[in-house]
């Protein structure tokens, strides 16, 4: 009985657009298993409330003959791969909730590390270099100056480090469990970009406290935000995938993110870069993201070529990071 | 009958040998030295087909056991189907949601409560945050865990952790279950627990797919079966023959198996195995008469001077995964009271410990034959071969003549002395009874 109403079910499902089959086929679950094993009446609600809201050939059953999943061997990226991720979302967010969770579960003040951190950073900062190394920063205090800049900074080395240790942490599931494997890194960045989120509320006391006027510039925060969102995911998946093959990865990527801190105006404004070397700089994605951050805090004049730089680096690289995990998941349950 | 699951010209390749190891110097190395030597180690096929031409179709509500040694593929199979790997060539067409059970407790996080677990693992196991709560009290009380609820796993007893990740995974509700020997984990008891919710699933007709070495629990779950050997299918069909293609395929002869080299016997560093064999009338065979003595013989390696306390116990388990008896050499079970060994240090050598199972006790039917030899004082158990061979009982006619039909009901069948005697006539003369 219940195989006959799971087929009727799922015959109307497919009855419908293609695209939704998946996305109906994982909610179909909950239907057909509300009739199992529990109440008779749910049973045949189930079976036949169906086919009378949604109107089925009485031939309906032979439309079964459509898989729901193929598994072949498959190199290419289509919208079957998006639709899968969409399916899972909720285990996307649940295992971002776990990032979250664990991640400060035994820790004397918890959450508040998510602020603290930032804040102290940028005390060591303004002390070793604002104070005693003296270096420049656009006239305004060195404090909301590396700030600014840290802002983009943290987030992006903090989740670069852990998307790209992501999959070989999870090689437990990866070998045990099959769903969409762009999910771990993809929640790996998704709980550091809550932490950048929260980063957030110490940029609002710092531009009290400093009394920087908020000005229109804020806006363009947002868009910057997906900027380094996306950069950070790409050189996260890329960075992930290869670790699974090449575990190199794991142990040279800190030292290339530290190697990168310092190509960056992070900790110094670009005015100090030799005008030689601009030319060259102007290639590193991360330059127009944080100078673009820093005159969003600042109200700063900004500067479009670094930005539009970045975009275009950011949009082929992610573009380039997907393909390149997609041929290289296929591997990952048998050599991680 | 509708299909569920066709696979066609199924392959799956794996890279071996030396270099499974690869770091990026390596292979930096290689590309730069040595281009063409590297281009010939590829063309030369440092590689194996782990599964090769791999067709099967499987009906909606069926319940197929997946058999083979370790190694043949069965495995690689599982992970194929529930897509964890790729094949290299051919392809599966799924018609139904698929969930895989290759474990239980996948993804649980020793520093999450109870219940942060069953939804997270849930969610992992493919379930929705809807389905999840909906059927959270079922899953807390099916793991009697509801006092430990807010509590963090890794406070858990054993018992617990995997009540709990069992309980999670029995809830998992999906047209197509894929299932590994998730069950060969846990007491008895559980055990028992987890087969009879594999059979309740199998009985909603849910498809299920079974990979085990435990035949008897597939010949009691499975109405169909598919021998795995070599990465190919080696035989499929009603699950009585093909397990008994499976005995047949990794004895020696048949009634025999032999571990010619001890490194791949089982065992450790004391004891291993050397050779079980069945006999009937002096004879290695697999085919035992009903009314004949059936020896076992199991043959061990003992590895250190002056061992004590060894002792070797067979169980068998017929068809139905039923227990019939297990024995051991052990004074208290032995029946006979000159037992040589058994509380004597053994020497450094080969020993043979023999048992014989009487005539007319056995009913007829299949019997899988579970071998331990162990060490008492602590019990210790050295060396586990488990169902490593089977006998067939064969009913030669002497019961079945006495009238009875085919077959007599039972898990034995003994021949029991019987007396009959006549207690009142109905008619005529009860002088005789009443003056007794």
Known sequence: MDGKSNRILLAAFIAQSPIDIAYHTAEMGTTSSKSVGTLKPAVSNSAYAQPTQQPVSPDASSDFRQPLVVIEPRRTIDWADVREVWVYRELLYFLVWRDLKVRYKQTAVGVAWVVLQPILTTLIFSVFLGKLARVPSDGFPY??????????????????????????????????????????????????????????????????????????????????????????????????????????????????????????????????????????????PLVGIITGFRSAVLGLKFEWTPIAVSAVITIVLSALAVIMFRRMERFFADIV | ?????????????????????????????????????????????????????????????????????????????????????????????????????????TGFHPELTGRENIFLNGAILGMTRREISRKFDEIVSFAEIERFIET???????????RLAFAVAAHLEPEILLVDEVLAVGDASFQKKCLGKMSEIAGEGRTVLFVSHNMAAVSQLCTRAMLVADGQIQRAGPTQEVVAEYFKAGSEGAGET??????????????????????????????????????????????????????????????????????ANTPAANLLQDEEWFDRSHEAGLFRSTCTLPANFLNDGVYYITAHVLSLGPVTIEAEAAQVLCFNVLDTGAMREAGVGSKWDGVVRVRLPWRTSLLQPLNGNSARRDGR
């Not at chain 2, 790997?85 to 949601?97: D, I, S």
């Open chain 1, 143 to 284: 404090a909301i100056f590396v700030f600014a800049g840290l802002l983009p900074w943290t987030f992006l080395s903090g989740a670069i480090h852990s998307s790209g240790n992501s999959l070989v942490g999870s090689a437990h599931l990866i070998t045990k469990v099959y769903f969409p494997r762009i999910l771990i890194p993809l929640a790996a960045v998704g709980a550091r970009l809550f932490d950048f989120l929260i980063s957030f509320a110490v940029l609002v006391g710092m531009m009290v406290i400093y009394r920087v006027a908020p000005t229109v510039n804020l806006l363009m925060l947002l868009p910057l935000i997906v900027l380094v969102t996306l950069l950070t995911l790409a050189i996260g998946l890329l960075a992930s995938a290869t670790n699974v093959r090449y575990r190199d990865v794991g142990v040279l990527l800190p030292v290339l993110v530290q190697l990168w801190m310092f190509a960056s105006p992070v900790i110094y404004p670009l005015t100090l870069v030799p005008q030689r070397w601009k030319t060259l700089f102007a290639l590193n």
């Open chain 2, 1 to 105: 009958m509708k299909l569920i699951i066709t696979a066609e010209n199924l392959a799956k390749q794996y890279r071996i040998g030396t270099r499974q190891e690869y770091s990026l110097r390596d292979v930096l190395a290689e590309t730069l030295s040595a281009p063409i030597q590297r281009l010939r180690r590829r063309t030369n096929g440092n590689t194996i087909w782990a599964l090769k031409n791999i067709n099967f179709k499987i009906a909606q509500g069926e319940v197929v056991g997946i058999v083979g040694r370790n190694g043949a593929g069965k495995s690689t199979l599982l992970k194929v189907l529930s897509r964890i790997t790729e094949p290299t060539r051919g392809c599966v067409k799924l018609y139904g949601r698929v969930g895989s059970l290759l474990e239980v407790g």
């Open chain 2, 152 to 162: 963090p796993v890794k406070h858990y007893s054993s018992g617990m952790y995997t």
């Open chain 2, 258 to 327: 032999i571990w010619e080299d001890p490194k791949r016997a089982p065992g450790n560093d004391r004891i291993r195995l050397h050779a079980i064999r069945i006999l009937c009338k002096g004879t290695v065979t697999s085919e035992v008469d009903i009314d004949q003595e059936v020896s076992v013989e199991v043959d061990f390696w003992n590895y250190e001077p002056g061992a004590r306390n060894l002792c070797v116990s067979i169980n068998l388990q017929n068809a139905t995964g039923i227990t019939v008896l297990s024995t």
